[in-house]
């Protein structure tokens, strides 16, 4: 059975920086491209980063690029979003998705939890 959790989310101010984590188990970690997305209240799901298996490439949501960094350690079998300069508009349930690559959510076969990301200005 496949498990994605991701970890790290919190309550910080504007300007703060965060980093998230994920660990996917059940399944071969380094065969899989990997994602990270978001929902705001009231808003659709959107990607913010995907990443290769490889790590060799990544992509980011015009929103975040310059400040978000996704990376990958498969001898750790986790998964990274490093957030810098946080915006109140950061604000958001942050997902992690296993198995795709992109931004559309239907991509994607494995889904954690979510961790939530609250920034006040």
């Known amino acids: 059975q496949v498990q994605v959790v991701e970890s790290g989310g919190g309550v910080l101010q504007a300007g703060w920086s965060l980093r998230l984590s994920c660990t996917a188990s059940?399944?071969?970690?380094?065969?899989?491209?990997m994602g990270w997305f978001r929902q705001a209240p009231g808003k659709e799901r959107e990607g913010v980063s995907c990443?290769?298996?490889?790590?060799?490439?990544?992509k980011y949501a015009d929103s975040v690029k310059g400040r978000f960094t996704i990376s990958r350690d498969n001898a750790k079998n986790t998964l990274y979003l490093q957030m810098n300069s946080l915006k109140p508009e950061d604000t958001a349930m942050y997902y992690c998705?296993?198995?795709?690559?992109?931004?559309?959510?239907?991509?994607?076969?494995?889904w954690g939890q979510g961790t939530q990301v609250t920034v006040s200005s």
């Open positions: 990443i290769t298996w490889s790590g060799s490439r990544t």
């Open positions: 059940g399944l071969t970690f380094d065969d899989y491209d």
């Open positions: 998705a296993a198995d795709g690559y992109g931004f559309d959510t239907g991509g994607y076969n494995y």
